[in-house]
């Protein structure tokens, strides 16, 4: 199984951290895992702007870097939405529609492609899981709060494997944390607000690490948090179900 | 009402958030019916099959909608009711102005209806010197308090106990000081009774036109539309186009859906069926497009037409939660709103595609389906298309392009000191830099997850 590595832009440049704990975990389960070095952006940014039709170039160089691999994993269920939902190339079309259907978000690689049953994890924290809204109602790697249907969450399954690890509950499960983007400039008021009330109900309930499977969400977070000079820290998935300590 | 202050969103957003606890207040009181609609929805195990069934109804009716039109108007016809069409808003206006002029009546009573809201009826009636009372008791509330409703179901969700005793205390007589939520509805039933004794005119509005037999329904809490409609010589119903339903059996699908996903309850109040009217007085039914049959030829947008206007989406929009709906500058504010307003001013509107974090808890709450966090992306591309975004985010947008399609841009820019940051999302107006307001801005590693990568590599070699 020929994996590559899609490592956001902004995770590549400010949370390499979440990027090598994927790497590490992956190649832990068995993965042959490749870094298509040329990958810049998925143009997310523009796109959810307004500006999809300036991605061409975007479009263009992920196919080039993605194509001829088993699957894609990404760190991030926002990005991979969009590459999912969004990717097109008038000349390489093929390519682009075979490139949508092998990209996966990172926990939903792990429970549905390679269907991890156990982890050699420890995280002796409590724990708060953030859902971000593209991982939940746009991949729909767990339940959402609004639909009538069963219960379940691929990235809450995995941490439950990890020892010590003790998942808080939250008052609003899935309310989302008010990044959204060019969102998070172009309504400050709004998007500060909804991110301070986020963090807020993990808080509330005792966490001392907020996680999640989207960086953008825990960057978000990360700001007020700092800005509040809490000890509450966020840290991605990955790291998490990357842990080992022997201590 | 129409955006008096010319501000957008966001702005009118800043400044509803001036007043945090207020904010915390607002959000909480939506959040709690959310969770209303939410035991509601999950007592019935059909749910997700009732939205489907809602949404393959509606997406009928929008496909056949100038058939059950007609056909609607002939039953109507032939029941005794008297049919207009009005192409716009001021047809509309007109329309309604003109039948009230034929019989000498000057003062109106009209239950809710937020296709007059979108029409500005009151503000032209009463130009032509009309005088209109709202039935409805939070509409009631916004009148006395000259402002347009902030919810669709919930007129003056915005407003507190204390504040509507004080409007109660000017325009009503009730005591200074009075907040008790059962005295002041008292206050208003009584001013309401003697306003339902002497109208001789009640405008309301339509939410379901049954094609099959020519009947409308209306639905309402309080009674108040009957109360007018019973007690009035003519009774004029405002409909849009798209109210229609084609037989009878499909309103019980509707009637499921409607105040469950609205307030949390199993059923409204008052579900009012009028099909011909009674001795000695006219049903009138003023038939609108304004904009309408123009959304149905948008392949993307049209579909925002099924709407059933529960204002569920606005309950469970964060943004709207933590905004306000005068933020909206719109008669129908929320996620719903955002898609339909557009298409009514893309100018004016265009502002409020871009009032979402695409979260899509609308979608999912929507009882018909309605695709809205998609279309919301999608109106953002057309705004931007049609030349409604500001020329600094264009250029800024144009440059974060470029960088982002060469791999040697983005790895330089990345070295000297996370270029990529220049351009990220959250600094694209760094003149202002609002993120720092309330956040702090990461911090930049050593090294990108590219240059650890190569290093490693190096190593293994």
Not at chain 1, 103 to 124: G, H, M, S
Not at chain 2, 133 to 146: M, T, Y
Not at chain 2, 261 to 287: E, L, M
Not at chain 2, 343 to 358: E, G, Q, R, V, W
Request: charged fraction near 25%; glycine fraction near 6%.
């Amino acid at each position: 199984m020929k994996v590559a590595l899609f490592v956001p832009c902004y995770v590549d440049q400010f949370y390499p951290k979440a990027a090598i704990a994927t790497l590490e975990l992956l190649e832990k389960l068995g993965v042959d895992v490749h870094y298509p070095k040329n990958q810049t952006c998925c143009g997310q940014p523009m796109a959810n702007s307004g500006y999809e039709h300036l991605t061409t170039g975007c479009n263009n160089l992920f196919i080039d870097n993605f194509s001829g691999y088993d699957y894609i994993v990404c760190p991030s269920g926002s990005c991979t939405l969009h590459i999912k939902e969004h990717l097109h190339s008038p000349e390489k079309e093929e390519q682009a529609v075979d490139i949508r259907k092998r990209v996966y978000e990172l926990t939903e690689f792990l429970v549905d492609v390679l269907k991890v049953t156990q982890l050699k994890a420890n995280f002796p924290y409590k724990v708060g899981l953030h859902q971000s809204c593209h991982g939940l109602r746009g991949l729909r790697i767990s339940q959402m709060s609004e639909l009538v249907a069963p219960a379940f969450s691929k990235p809450a399954q995995l941490l439950d494997m990890v020892q010590g690890l003790e998942l808080v509950p939250l008052t609003r499960q899935d309310d989302c944390c008010g990044f959204g983007g060019t969102f998070c400039v172009a309504e400050e008021a709004v998007s500060s607000k909804m991110g301070k009330d986020r963090v807020d109900d993990h808080i509330e309930h005792g966490a001392q690490y907020i996680t999640s499977a989207d960086l953008s969400c825990l960057m978000h977070m990360e700001g007020i948090l700092r800005r509040q000079k809490s000890d509450v820290k966020v840290i991605h998935v990955a790291e998490i179900l990357n842990h080992y300590s022997h201590e | 009402m129409s955006n008096v202050t010319g501000k957008s969103h966001a702005e009118l957003a800043s400044i509803f958030n001036q007043d945090e606890p207020r904010v915390d207040w607002h959000d909480e009181t939506l959040w709690w019916i959310r969770q209303k609609r939410d035991v509601q929805a999950h007592k019935l195990p059909e749910w997700e099959l009732l939205r489907e069934t809602a949404s393959q109804i509606k997406n009928n009716v929008l496909s056949n909608l100038s058939t059950y039109l007609e056909q609607f108007e002939a039953n109507a016809i032939n029941n005794g009711i008297i049919v207009h069409w009005a192409t716009d808003a001021e047809e509309h206006n007109q329309i309604i102005h003109r039948l009230l002029q034929e019989r000498g009546i000057n003062r109106m009573v009209k239950s809710k209806s937020m296709l007059t809201e979108e029409c500005h009826l009151n503000e032209y009636l009463k130009e032509q010197g009309i005088d209109v009372i709202d039935s409805d008791l939070g509409e009631r509330i916004v009148q006395l308090a000259n402002e347009p409703p902030s919810h669709i179901v919930l007129p003056c969700i915005h407003k507190k106990k204390e504040e509507i005793g004080d409007i109660f205390h000017e325009h009503l007589g009730s005591a200074k000081g009075e907040s008790d939520p059962k005295i002041l509805t008292e206050t208003a039933r009584q001013h309401l009774r003697e306003v339902f004794l002497t109208r001789r005119a009640a405008l309301t509005g339509v939410n379901f036109a049954i094609a099959e037999t020519g009947e409308f329904v209306i639905c309402t809490n309080e009674g108040n539309a009957d109360m007018g409609a019973h007690l009035a010589e003519i009774h004029i119903a405002s409909m849009g186009i798209e109210k229609i339903i084609p037989e009878r059996k499909h309103l019980g699908v509707f009637l499921r859906l409607l105040t469950r996903s609205a307030t949390g309850q199993p059923i409204t109040t008052y579900s009012s069926h009028f099909k011909r009217p009674q001795q000695g007085t006219d049903i009138h039914i003023v038939i609108v497009d304004n904009g309408r049959s123009i959304q149905l030829g948008r392949e993307d947008f049209r579909n925002s037409l099924k709407c059933i206007r529960c204002g569920a989406c606005m309950n469970t929009c964060p943004v709207y939660r933590k905004s306000g709906g005068h933020s909206y500058h719109t008669a129908v504010a929320g996620p719903i709103g955002s898609i339909l307003a557009p298409n009514l001013d893309m100018k004016k509107y265009a502002d409020l595609p871009f009032a979402s974090t695409l979260c899509g808890s609308c979608s999912n709450v929507c009882p018909v389906k309605i695709d809205i966090h998609d279309q919301l992306y999608k109106w953002r591309q057309v705004i931007v298309k049609e030349g409604y975004s500001p020329t600094a985010k264009t250029m800024a947008m144009k440059a974060m392009a470029f960088t982002l399609s060469s791999p040697t841009l983005y790895r330089s820019g990345g070295k000297v000191g996370r270029l990529v940051f220049k351009y990220a999302p959250f600094a694209v107006n760094n003149s202002l830099n609002p993120w720092y307001k309330h956040r702090e801005m990461p911090k930049a590693p050593e090294q990108s997850f590219g240059e650890w990568y190569n290093k490693r590599k190096e190593g293994k070699q």
